[in-house]
């Protein structure tokens, strides 16, 4: 059976490791929320569900037992499609961005087109009292801190897991270059279509989040991979909604969860990422859209099936 065409992919990232405990007392830290949070983000829509871990005290980890704390529960709850990180946090050696998805073989990971400057620092400017020590540390080292996919990097990532493991991609490009350097890869037979493209909006260090920009890295995205490519979209912060809006009503897929926004409306924080999952969802249904299954994004991307995962 063909796969469906007008079917919306939701995906919903949990936790992330760019927002900070203080930031908001609904970010999932422990193995049990981020557990309860992706099942809820599942049964209110989502068919894809991003996932980082975290320590105790909320900083990011790459552990895999931490990660083991919550992937069977979230396994033994949804069908959800299962997309474990590998940009992982600030900080972090490629092999231990590499280590939860190494151990779970998962259906999909995050990969990400490029290095990059990745500036959290001018949150700094707002907050001035943190729950925890590491959190304004670890904003402030945003500063001077580059976020490194050197292109022997994602070749690394495309043989360890995409030919040892069967994952496939979300290629996650924060900027127009990373388009070309994903339409290189392509041309040598390194990466295989159907691509799950996810442009990135409103990273201080990527792409800024206009509208034109928008419209533009699809343009581009149509120009080098054609009907090769399903396209998604995220955006920071108050621009989430907007933006996953303007790309579902121009064919594209979204994401969403506290990952990327923690924020449900203007000066609203949202309680758990089921709300942003729900709210996205009732915006592509009342523009006659329809959001895909879990089963029909397997097929739209080509997934090797929940079957074949080790957790």
Known sequence: MAAPQNKVIITCAVTGSIHTPTMSPYLPITGDEVAEQAIGAAEA??????????????????????????????????????NITTG????????????????????MTSLNMGSMNFGLFPILDKMTEFKHEWEPKFLENSRDFIFRNTFKDIEYVLKELGEGHGVRFEYECYDVGHLYTLAHFLERGLVKP??????????????????????????????????QYRWSVLAAGRHQMAFT???????????????????LGKG?????????????????EDMSLEVATPKEAREMLALKGGDMVKF
């Open 88 to 107: 992982g946090g600030h900080g972090m050696s490629l092999e231990e961005r590499l280590a939860a998805a190494v151990a779970a073989s998962p259906e």
């Open 245 to 263: 809006t303007m790309a579902a009503i121009n064919g594209g897929n979204v994401r969403v969860g506290l990952e990327d926004s923690l924020f």
């Open 268 to 284: 609203q924080l949202a309680k758990n990422n089921a709300e942003q999952v729900a709210k996205i969802r009732r915006i592509i």
């Open 194 to 227: 159907p691509l799950f493209v996810q442009t990135i909006f409103g990273i201080l260090g990527g792409i800024g989040a206009d509208t034109e920009n928008l419209l533009h890295m699809k343009r581009i995205a149509d120009k080098l991979f054609g009907d």
């Open 45 to 82: 829509g989502a068919s894809i569900l991003h996932l980082h871990a975290r320590n105790p005290d909320g900083s990011p980890t790459p552990d895999p037992k931490a990660f083991m704390e919550f992937l069977p529960r979230i396994k033994q709850n949804t069908d959800a499609v299962v």
